[in-house]
């Protein structure tokens, strides 16, 4: 792969501000197109249930899928160690689409948005004339870090937004997916969110016991800030009779589409009434107490809370299984807690940061 990684930094160092922009973009995706495609040849790329380990990394992935009773399975996900040729880079990815076409949409998504950020991230660094490996204090260095990655994701979710109402091949006027992602760079992770899947985080206590930490908000209807730039739009929030509790987004004068989350790509039919596919990003410095990040879908989180998954996941001995275990507590859940109600699709992403593995668990099935 060093010949992928030569022609990504050769091409940053080729790239000129002077240059035209659409110059810049076509070159970019292209390598970022080559890259991927060099990542799946190498096994470094997962885009179904199984795990994902490249030798020498820090990172261990933990995939698991499973579909509900709604039809279709339209969660996805996506790992991809080396990001982008960065031996200190991993992309993790967890898509929910909904609608008559959301598996499709979430699977375009999934496709793009990598690729995308990739380009829009390196594009970035050289807008901004710095080397991103020049010495800075620690301070700034990470500020500055965080800058071009949420520069990046925003013009990313942007133009993924745009790209797929004129990709003609998905009708995603009344379908559309969430998204949340992390990149790992280092012991520095970058979270991103659009929609209301979830990132928890599982740190150590002195005594040793793990607790969670939200790393994402659930944008939900009924959120004050979400709600307010709905109606603010003219869309309407509210529950029907046969589901309290549960706010969704409809239109002026039709009960229609009635999506239960306030961001989304796609769902062009209500784009207009305050749904929007702006990401919500942060970040966090790794230390040594940090020992994974979960990232599922609502299917999880409907029925389990943030401790009963970092619990679940601890306690699952063999680490390649605990995606699986996680969403299999979560079925059983659901046939308990919500009697009488399809069970979701649920799909869940296990990322480790000091895994220490038996060499029969280095691989990616």
């Known amino acids: 792969m060093g010949h992928l990684s030569s022609m990504f930094n050769g091409l ?70 080396e990001f982008g040729c960065q031996e200190d880079m991993i992309f993790c990815g967890i898509f929910d689409g909904h609608g008559p076409w959301g598996h499709f949409v979430a699977k375009r998504v999934r496709e793009s948005m990598p690729q995308s950020l990739l380009c829009n991230w390196q594009e970035t660094l050289v807008q901004t004339s710095l080397d991103p490996d020049i010495e800075k204090e620690a301070e700034k260095k990470q500020q500055y870090r965080f800058n071009v990655w949420k520069h990046s994701y925003l013009k990313t979710c942007a133009a993924i937004d745009q790209e797929l109402v004129q990709y003609r091949k ?24 659009v929609g209301d899947s979830r990132a928890v985080l599982a740190t150590a206590l002195d005594d040793g016991s793990l607790i969670p930490v939200q790393l994402t908000v659930d944008f939900k209807p009924n959120l004050p800030q979400e709600a307010e730039r709905i109606m603010q739009c003219q869309g309407r ?32 039919c209500i784009k207009d009434y305050g749904l929007i596919s702006v990401p919500e990003v ?36 063999d680490k390649a299984k605990s995606a699986k275990r996680l969403v299999e507590c979560a079925v059983r859940a659901w046939k308990r807690k919500r009697r009488g109600f399809a069970i979701d699709d649920i799909s869940a992403i296990c990322l480790f940061f000091h895994s220490s593995l038996s060499p029969e668990q280095v691989t990616l099935k």
């Open 12 to 81: 940053a160092r080729s790239f000129s501000i002077k240059r035209g922009r659409n110059t810049v973009r076509c070159e970019g995706r292209e390598a970022a197109e080559a890259m991927a495609k060099e990542a799946k040849k190498n096994d470094m790329m997962l885009c179904s249930s199984g795990t994902v380990n490249v030798n020498s990394s820090n990172n261990f992935a933990s995939v698991f899928s499973k579909r509900g009773q709604k039809g279709v399975n339209q969660d996805c996900c996506l790992v991809w160690e």
């Open 237 to 268: 929030v509210f529950c029907l009779d046969d589901e309290p509790g549960v706010h969704r987004v409809w239109l002026p004068y039709e009960e229609s589409p009635g999506l239960a989350m306030s961001r989304a790509f796609g769902d062009y």
């Open 282 to 317: 942060t970040h966090r410095n790794i230390s040594t107490r940090d020992q994974f990040v979960v990232l599922a879908t609502d299917g999880v989180w409907d029925v389990i809370s943030n401790q009963e998954a970092v619990d679940i996941v601890s306690s699952t001995a």
């Open 170 to 193: 998905i009708d995603s006027f009344y379908s559309g997916t969430t998204a949340l992602s992390i990149v790992r760079q280092g012991e520095f992770i970058v979270i991103a969110n």
